[in-house]
């Protein structure tokens, strides 16, 4: 007897509660990837700093993506691997709406690092430091997986009841 496996991606509206994902249409995942592709070709300041700390596999011989699509979220920066996404909240950014991301995404077993831009910019060694610490820490993908599904099943009892 397998588990099912949960993973970030494009589900249905009526298969998203089903299988605990995201409910994100075709049509939204499209604009999602095209935004994804405008800010890689016109990165912020703290984004192009960041990326050249973190391409090539510079940091802990793991790679990371720039401004990958998990879900219904765009995140900054990605390290599939690991589970992890990095985030750059820019000046003024509404922090509910950062939750509320955040919360989404950890919810599925991704770790989410989030920085102010201004932190990038001005102590971006630290910045650097936390995502190292993040990706040497040791981690399972089938236990985040495991998790994930608990986390989905107790959601829907809930739901239900």
């Known amino acids: 007897m397998t588990a099912e496996r949960k993973t970030l991606g494009i589900s249905t509206a009526s298969s998203a509660k089903q299988r605990g994902g995201f409910a994100l249409t075709g049509a939204r995942y499209e604009k999602l990837k095209e935004r994804a592709r405008d800010q890689r070709r016109s990165p912020t300041l703290a984004q192009a700093a960041l990326w050249a700390q973190l ?15 998990l879900g219904s979220a765009l ?5 599939p691997s ?9 000046e003024g950014a509404n922090p509910q709406v950062d939750e509320l ?3 989404k995404l950890t919810d599925v077993g991704v770790r989410v690092l989030r920085f102010a831009e201004a932190q990038v910019l001005e102590d971006i060694e630290t910045v650097v430091k936390a995502i190292g610490a993040e990706v040497n820490k040791p981690f399972d993908k089938r236990t985040a997986r495991r998790n994930a599904g608990q986390l989905f099943a107790q959601g829907e009892q809930g739901a239900e009841g």
């Open 75 to 79: 995140v900054d920066f990605a390290c």
């Open 55 to 69: 391409s090539g596999s510079k940091l802990g011989g793991v790679k990371f993506t720039r401004q990958f699509v």
């Open 82 to 90: 690991r589970w992890i996404a990095v985030a750059i909240s820019p």
């Open 101 to 103: 991301q955040d919360k």
